[in-house]
């Protein structure tokens, strides 16, 4: 079965696995491991009279101090005469000179680079002899009594951010990049603005503007309901260059349908003519 992701942000992978005898010996990144799952004592050492104790710590601060490091990749418990594995190391000992740790099976770790790491180990719990499920978790083994626990998942990496592209001047003018989006849309926003005006002024033409006429045979013409607008840069008469218009002949209105008179008689001819009807 797959490891599941630890996506919580609190969660983070182990650094280190070790034995300790109290709060004063064990290192401050470390946690003890003082009771068990169901609450009891969590102490290795077990005795009358006995004045320091062993337990089992571990640290987990890989993101705020330890960014680069390693993290525990596995946990074993072996026979004290088995061959240590390879990749694999006895867990550090910060117990008093009178302390002695439990030499019948000795706990090991693994450590791996961080970045190297897809799965790690995020933490340890100790039981009883019973037979005491922890859900989630796996067994590593049993030792002096107790049952040892470790929960392992996937390590969550955030995603490498793209590096920045290096494009030429042509390149860079056809980016939607932010400049070039705010170019086009000021520009959109200008062509809006000009249809708008536009629209307001076909609405304001007159019947008597359109070019369809009664003899159009078809009853509308190509260019009916476009209206004649100039350009909003022509609109300014100030921007109207001197042009010199003597030699511009102006004709009136009955001269120019006397030159440009067509009856248009042939069209009307051929749209009345009945088709042909099948004998």
Not at 37 to 47: C, E, H, L, P, R
Not at 96 to 102: E, M, Y
Not at 154 to 168: F, N, V, Y
Request: hydrophobic letters at 35%.
């Amino acid at each position: 079965m797959a490891a599941p992701v630890m996506n919580d942000s609190n969660c983070y992978p182990l650094t280190g696995v070790g034995w300790t005898s109290n709060p004063s010996t064990c290192p401050k990144e470390y946690q003890l491991i003082t009771t068990t799952a169901d609450g009891s004592s969590a102490n290795f050492v077990k005795g009358f009279g006995q004045k320091s104790g062993c337990y089992l710590c571990v640290s987990s601060l890989l993101i705020k101090e330890n960014p680069y490091g390693d993290v525990v990749a596995d946990i074993l418990l072996l026979p004290d005469k088995s061959p240590l594995h390879s990749g694999y190391s006895f867990v550090d000992e910060f117990v008093d000179s009178k302390v002695t740790v439990p030499k019948k099976k000795r706990l090991c770790i693994r450590r791996i680079p961080f970045k190297e790491a897809d799965t790690a180990i995020f933490d340890v719990k100790l039981t009883g002899k019973s037979k005491q499920i922890v859900p989630s978790y796996t067994c590593i083994g049993e030792l002096s009594g107790f049952v040892i626990w470790c929960r392992k998942g996937r390590i969550a990496k955030p995603k490498p951010l793209p590096k920045p592209r290096s494009m030429s001047k042509d390149m860079q003018s056809l980016s939607l990049d932010s400049e070039n989006t705010k170019s086009f849309q000021s520009k959109s926003q200008e062509d809006d603005a000009l249809t708008i005006r536009l629209s307001k002024r076909r609405s304001n033409l007159e019947a008597k503007d359109a070019v369809c006429s009664s003899e159009n045979i078809y009853g509308i013409s190509a260019m009916d309901g476009v209206p004649f607008a100039l350009h909003p840069r022509f609109e300014n008469t100030m921007n109207v260059p001197n042009v010199n218009v003597t030699n511009v002949q102006i004709k009136s209105r009955a001269e120019i349908e006397n030159e440009y008179n067509y009856s248009f008689m042939t069209e009307k001819t051929a749209a009345a003519r009945l088709p042909p009807t099948a004998s």
